[in-house]
């Protein structure tokens, strides 16, 4: 199963994603009493790649006609939500990130 990470570039969270088909990945690594109550996902749509939780919270920086509907796009990403914990620059990546 592939794992992806998404990093806040000032912030330093790093949330961790892994495919679940249906070009659908579902945020993984969550403690296990929010398990069942968090749904972070991250998807293609209408308007390309984006990670939501209810409604779009971060989306891809790639142009709509760049990305490919299978894959998400590695690098820039942005937050669109005004949720503190959403907002600012992001790079989702394929290598796990390194431990300060």
């Known amino acids: 199963m592939a794992t992806l990470y998404l990093v806040h ?3 330093g969270q790093v949330m961790t994603f892994t495919e679940d088909g249906d070009n659908t990945w579902h945020m993984t ?4 009493q929010q398990a069942t109550k968090v749904h972070i996902i991250m998807s293609f ?17 790639t142009l709509l006609a760049e990305q490919d509907p299978r894959v998400p796009p590695l690098g ?25």
Do not use: D, F, M, Y
Request: zero cysteines; proline letters at 6%; glycine letters at 16%.
């Open 9 to 11: 570039q000032t912030g």
């Open 29 to 32: 690594r969550l403690p296990a």
């Open 45 to 61: 749509g209408r308007h390309g790649w984006h990670i939501k939780e209810g409604g779009v919270k971060i989306q891809a920086s």
């Open 76 to 100: 820039a990403w942005e937050g669109v939500s005004s949720g503190i914990a959403w907002t600012g620059h992001w790079t989702l990546q394929a290598e796990k990130p390194e431990l300060p």
